[in-house]
Each structure stands twice: as structure tokens, then as C-alpha cells.
């Protein structure tokens, strides 16, 4: 509406009765403009710049997640309509049966109950114990400082799958410093005169979380490590300057600063412990009654009985496979739940962490 | 408060005394000389005690429960196991063996060293792929974004599936063909078939002559996009710890002196995430090698069946082989690593 020539007042214009609007675009020179049309153009490029990365991230999503749509698919599906060739993805009766017979037969709830302080405790410890570590790794110069990072890795690139013969047979009878330990005793037996017999129990993956050797600790300690190096220094010695102690400087000072790296580890670990199959197979494998520690792989290993199709029935290992599948969906379920938690402490955790100045 | 200052006046007369005493005579200064160098030595002690305190339960259990589990297991690799009946009862016998098992890893097995080579040619490709990919993915998912909380739900369902259970499960799975259609699992079967033609692809980086090697490599990481999401997902979690773990202050500044988002990643972030670059490196290496799927692995565990105490024997050359290369792979990495650190 304004021209350009009235360049000192702006344009004012009587809508209604009560109100007026005022056009100042008269004012502004050619320049101005020009910026004004560049910033709304970048407001355009960063628009789309997101929408791109939005349907990028949906496209990888859908890469993860596509293999899980078909089991959630299945796992509503009745034997019938397994066998039936026109039924795909959307079953025609669809029912929750495997679930229920999962939950009920299977013992799902105390199965989720052991397996919770069984990864809780595991998960807690090693967080603790990496943290530690790490934290002396990173941090003090002391004799031998190299050869505990290498024996780190070492433990890292050894799988336990590589030494479960030897692992089954030390914590079966399990002592302490026991070199060939069918030959000498160790410590444990020259004291109270006879080796512990620690299966199906839950001490050997404590045992192994203290000493910081569980499953793939050495990747949370040499995680730690790399990050407690990267805390400044200034950061301690402006801490021992007034008077705080070493021990006192790491868990007030240095270990607030870490809250993402424990949540990430507490969650690995954690995660980790829940789904395990192979330590499940090594301490608490029996079909006795008396020993038996439902833990959530016993979801999964396990057939429901009132779910065994009768004889003849044509996919057999195919409704097999669909069981496993629902059973592994509700191994997994708990733990998608609790990261929706966590990773909120992910995001939060870190806002008062730097040196100021 | 007078007395205080009085005090301390006194106290600073002492020392000046005492340090004009040091001046003038010559005996003194001798004396101080290692009385200091005493006391530098036992902070210095004290602070490694401090750093054996941290470090006390590792060692611990490398002394106690792991060394003498390695033992053992090396302990078997020097014998043969034999069954000898002994009055009737068929017992275990075991015979020295000395080096023969690692000789014949070299000498007699027909793919030993072929396998292990694959298995080297495959890290190359999938090292570099996983780390910049989850590296990338870390940065996506630290900005805001539409349902940043659901994604990263998303992309930690990787994490859970990378243990063994999850993996006899999608075993299961794939052998009955459960997921096949339309998608790339893994397998190599179907590769692209659903999502991308391969020959488009090539046709595309051919006709931008861009050499040859670079071809083969881009379509083979499309070839195996589904491996790489699915192995890149530990890595990507310890990004983005570490991108939290960055002060937002650090980002305000730079935002204050006028740097573009491309400046602050490679002045700001990339240095300040580059060692927990060191990390996945080193972890990738790790978990490339001796994830269940290797070629590596899955020829060991055949040879376990046949003889375990061979396999065993076979196992150790491997992480042998595989330190070595994580040493190098920790050499060239370490070269890039900024420490926030005074020296």
C-alpha cells in the first residue's frame, strides 16, 4: 500500500470504527529489504534442512524397526491363520494367546522380578566399579598404570564365549587365585578346607561385576577413562586447593560432571545383564525343580504347553519361531520403557558441568 | 583480631628470618635442598596410593578370579584330550602337546589364515562406516528436533539386539524368511533388492568418475546399510554421551564470536568428542572381531566340536592378532585425540 517516495511517516489506515493499522514499509530502504527476504529465506533453508533430517531419521527408524513390526504382527496371530497363505502382517483372527500363555505358563512375573535385581545390582555395581577405575586410570600416575590399561583391553577383546569352559569350572567350584585349580588350592579351601559351589546363584556375575570383568566392562571402563581425561584438571586442583580431599574431589566434584557417561553405561550394562542368554546357559542351566532361577531367557527357551500345536499340523517350526519372537518382545518391552526414562536424564543430566571463565 | 595479626606478623618475621638465614649461610640451603624434594616425593606416593585405591578392584579381579581363568584356559591348549578305558570306564586322559596345536593352526587347518584375512579386509570396510555413521546420528539426535525422544528410543533398540539372545532370535527368524520381504536383513540374500538397485547406485558414482575403489566401497555400504545401523548402535549412544557431556558454554561463546554451525563443529565439538572417537574405534575393532558372526568366530566354534582343546589354541593366535591390530588402530587414533588438559 505505501510508496516508496513518502519516506518520512508511515502510511496510516482506518479499518473499522476502532481500530487503525499502520504500514511502516515505507520506511525501509531497498537494503533493508534485501536482508529482511535473505533471513526468511534461511528460516526456509533451516526448515528444510530439518524436514530432511526428519524423514532421514524415519527411514533409519523403519530399517530398525521393520523386523519387529512383522513379529508384532504375528504375535497375534492364531495357529490358523499361520498355516493360512492369504494372511500377511494382519491376522484374521487376531488374538492375545501366545502372550497369555507366555505370561501365565512361563512365569513371566517372577521371571521379571529376578531378572530386575539380578540386572539392577549387576548394573549398579559395574557403573560404580568403571567409574572408579576409570577415574584412577585417567587421572593418578602410579606404577603399572600402563599395564592396567592394556590388561583392560585384553579383557575387552577376550570374549567370555572363548573361556566358558574355564569360567564354568572356576565358578563351579570357586575359589580365589586358583592357577590349575584341579591341581592346588586356592584360598578359599586352604581356609574353611573346601571350594564354594556358586551355580544358580547370582554371585558369580557379582563376583565378576566387583572385579570389573562382566560382560564387556572393559569398554565402560575404558569409557570412563577417555572421559575423566578430558575433565580439565583446574578442575581438581582448584578443589584441593580448598581443602577437599581425593576421595571427597571425585564423588562431589568429578562424579556429577560424569551423569550422562553412568547412565549411558548403567544403561548398557543393565540392558545387557537382562537379555543374556550366555551366563544364563552357564550358571543356571537345570531342569530341577529345586536349583531352577526363572530368569527372563526361560521366557523364550521355554514352550508355553498349551501352545504345542497338535500332530501334523504344517509350520511347526514356523509358529516355533513365532512364539520365540513374541517371548523375545516381551523381554525387550521393560527395557524400552525404562530408557524412555532414562534418556530424559541424558539430556538433562549435564547442565552445570565447565569451567567458568 | 590484634592478637591474630600480631600473630601472623610473627609469622612472617619467622620466615623471613629463616629465609635470610638461608641467604646468608650456605650450610642451611644444603639442607632445605632435600628436606623439599622429601616432600614432593611423598605427595607425589600419596597421590599414587590414591590412584591403586581407584584401580584396586580391577586388580583384583585380574588377580584373584580372571588370570587364573585365562590360565587355565591356556594351560589346555598345550594338551590333547584322549578317552582311555581304565578298568572298564572310559577316562579322560590328557596328553602334552606342547606347540603343536599353534603350528598346526598354521601349518595343517586348510582355512585358518584365509579366514582371518577376510575377517581383517571386512573390519577395514566397517570401521570407518560405523564410526562416522553413529557419529553423524549422535549430532542428529543432540539438536531438537520432531520426536527426538521416540528416535532415540528407536535407535536404541540396536543396543539390546547386539546381545545374544536377541541374536538367536533374528537367527530364528531369517532362517524361516520371516523378515526377508522387501528389506535387507543382514544376510546378504536379499541385499537392496527392496529399498535400492545396486546397479543405480553404481551407474550414478560411475558417471561421476570418482575411481573405482570409492564405487565398490559406497555400494557395499549400501549393500550392508542394515548391519551397519544395527552395529553402530553402542557407538552411537557413547556419542551422544559424550555430546552432553560438552559445556553448553563453550557453545554460547562461540556463538558470541559469530561462528557458523560447520565452524563449531570441527573447532568445537569434534575435538572436544574425539576421545570417545578412541573409544569406538577401539570397541568397533573389538566388537567386529569377536561378534558371533565373524568369519573368524564361526570357524573356531566349528573347530570346537572337533577338538575343543585346538580351538582353544586357535582362539588365543587370534587375539593375538587382534591386539596387534587394535595397537595400530589406538596409534593412528590416539595421533587425533584433543584432551582438555594444560600440557
Avoid at chain 1, 571350594?195 to 562382566?214: H, K, M, N, Q, Y
Avoid at chain 2, 543396543?159 to 524361516?176: F, H, K, R, Y
Wanted: aromatic share 14%.
Amino acid at each position: 500500500m505505501a510508496s516508496m517516495n513518502e519516506e518520512s511517516t508511515p502510511v496510516v489506515r482506518r479499518e473499522t470504527k476502532n481500530s487503525i493499522s499502520v504500514d511502516f514499509e515505507g520506511k525501509l530502504t531497498f537494503k533493508e529489504r534485501l536482508i529482511q527476504k535473505l533471513k526468511e529465506a534461511n528460516t526456509w533453508i533451516t526448515a528444510g534442512v530439518n524436514v530432511l533430517k526428519f524423514i532421514l531419521m524415519l527411514g533409519v527408524s523403519f530399517v530398525i524397526l521393520y523386523p519387529f513390526l512383522a513379529r508384532i504382527a504375528n504375535s497375534f496371530m492364531t495357529q490358523a491363520d499361520v498355516l493360512d497363505a492369504t494372511v500377511s502382517l494382519v491376522p484374521k483372527n487376531p488374538t492375545l494367546e501366545i502372550y497369555q500363555a507366555i505370561i501365565f505358563e512361563n512365569n513371566y512375573f517372577e521371571g521379571f522380578i529376578n531378572t530386575l535385581l539380578l540386572s539392577l545390582m549387576c548394573a549398579v555395581i559395574q557403573m560404580m566399579v568403571s567409574c572408579l577405575v576409570g577415574y584412577g586410570l585417567a587421572k593418578f600416575k602410579f606404577k603399572g598404570n600402563s599395564i592396567v590399561m592394556i590388561a583392560v583391553i585384553v579383557t575387552m577383546v577376550i570374549p567370555h564365549s572363548a573361556l566358558q569352559t574355564s569360567i564354568m569350572k572356576h565358578f563351579a567350584s570357586f575359589d580365589l587365585a586358583t592357577v590349575l585349580s584341579w591341581q592346588y588350592p586356592g584360598i578359599i579351601e586352604l581356609v574353611t578346607g573346601d571350594a564354594l559351589d556358586l551355580t544358580f546363584t547370582f554371585w558369580p556375575l557379582f563376583i565378576l561385576s566387583i572385579g570389573g570383568l562382566a560382560f564387556k566392562n572393559g569398554l565402560y571402563i575404558y569409557l570412563m577413562r577417555q572421559f575423566f581425561k578430558g575433565v580439565p584438571d583446574e578442575l581438581e586442583e582448584s578443589a584441593y586447593v580448598d581443602g577437599s580431599g581425593v576421595f571427597r574431589t571425585f564423588f562431589q566434584i568429578i562424579l556429577p560432571l560424569a551423569v550422562p557417561m553412568m547412565i549411558t553405561i548403567f544403561l548398557f550394562s543393565f540392558s545387557w545383564q537382562w537379555t543374556d542368554e550366555f551366563y544364563h546357559s552357564l550358571f543356571f542351566y537345570t531342569d530341577d525343580p529345586q536349583f531352577k532361577v526363572i530368569l527372563m531367557p526361560d521366557m523364550y527357551t521355554q514352550m508355553p504347553p498349551s501352545l504345542i500345536p497338535p500332530n501334523g499340523y504344517g509350520a511347526k517350526t514356523l509358529y516355533y519361531n513365532i512364539v520365540q519372537n513374541t517371548a523375545g518382545m516381551l523381554i525387550i518391552a521393560p527395557l524400552i520403557i525404562m530408557y524412555l526414562f532414562c534418556q530424559r536424564y541424558l539430556v538433562e543430566g549435564i547442565e552445570r558441568s565447565g569451567i567458568v571463565g | 583480631m590484634e592478637e591474630t595479626i600480631s600473630q601472623e606478623t610473627t609469622v612472617a618475621e619467622q620466615i623471613t628470618e629463616n629465609a635470610a638465614e638461608v641467604v646468608e649461610n650456605d650450610e642451611p640451603k644444603v639442607e632445605e635442598k632435600p628436606q623439599r624434594r622429601r616432600r614432593s616425593a611423598s605427595l607425589e606416593k600419596k597421590r599414587a596410593m590414591a590412584g591403586y585405591v581407584f584401580v584396586l578392584p580391577f586388580i583384583l579381579g585380574v588377580l584373584l578370579v580372571y588370570l587364573p581363568i585365562l590360565i587355565d584356559s591356556i594351560w589346555w591348549s598345550f594338551f590333547i584330550r584322549s578317552y582311555v578305558p581304565v578298568d572298564g570306564v572310559m577316562t579322560e586322559v590328557y596328553t602334552p602337546n606342547y606347540f603343536n596345536f599353534y603350528i598346526n593352526a598354521f601349518v595343517e587347518s586348510p582355512s585358518f589364515v584365509t579366514t582371518l584375512l577376510s575377517s581383517i579386509q571386512q573390519l577395514l570396510f566397517e570401521v570407518p562406516a560405523i564410526i562416522i555413521f553413529a557419529l553423524f546420528i549422535a549430532v542428529v539426535l543432540n539438536q531438537k528436533m520432531l520426536g527426538r525422544a521416540a528416535f532415540r528410543a528407536i535407535f536404541f533398540v540396536p543396543v539390546i539386539i547386539a546381545t545374544g539372545l536377541m541374536d538367536s532370535i533374528n537367527g530364528a527368524d531369517i532362517a524361516t524368511g520371516q523378515t526377508q520381504a522387501g528389506i535387507d536383513d543382514g544376510t546378504g540374500a536379499s541385499a537392496g533388492a527392496g529399498i535400492i538397485n545396486m546397479l543405480d547406485v553404481q551407474y550414478i558414482f560411475q558417471s561421476m568418475a570418482i575411481g573405482g575403489e570409492l564405487v565398490t566401497y559406497v555400494v557395499g555400504l549400501v549393500n550392508n546399510i542394515y548391519n551397519i545401523i544395527n552395529y553402530s548402535g553402542v557407538q552411537m549412544l557413547i556419542f551422544l554421551a559424550g555430546l552432553q557431556s560438552i559445556s553448553p558454554s563453550i557453545y554460547e561463546a562461540c556463538r558470541i564470536d559469530g561462528a557458523t554451525g560447520w565452524e563449531t563443529f570441527w573447532k568445537v565439538t569434534f575435538p572436544m568428542i574425539s576421545p570417545m572417537i578412541l573409544v569406538n574405534a577401539i570397541y568397533t575393532v573389538i566388537d567386529s572381531f569377536t561378534r558371533s558372526s565373524n568369519p573368524m568366530m564361526v570357524f573356531i566354534n566349528g573347530q570346537t566340536t572337533v577338538d575343543p582343546h585346538y580351538a582353544i589354541a586357535m582362539y588365543w593366535i587370534y587375539f593375538v592378532v587382534v591386539l596387534l591390530i587394535i595397537g595400530v588402530v589406538a596409534a593412528i587414533a590416539s595421533t587425533m585425540v584433543f584432551y582438555q588438559r594444560k600440557d
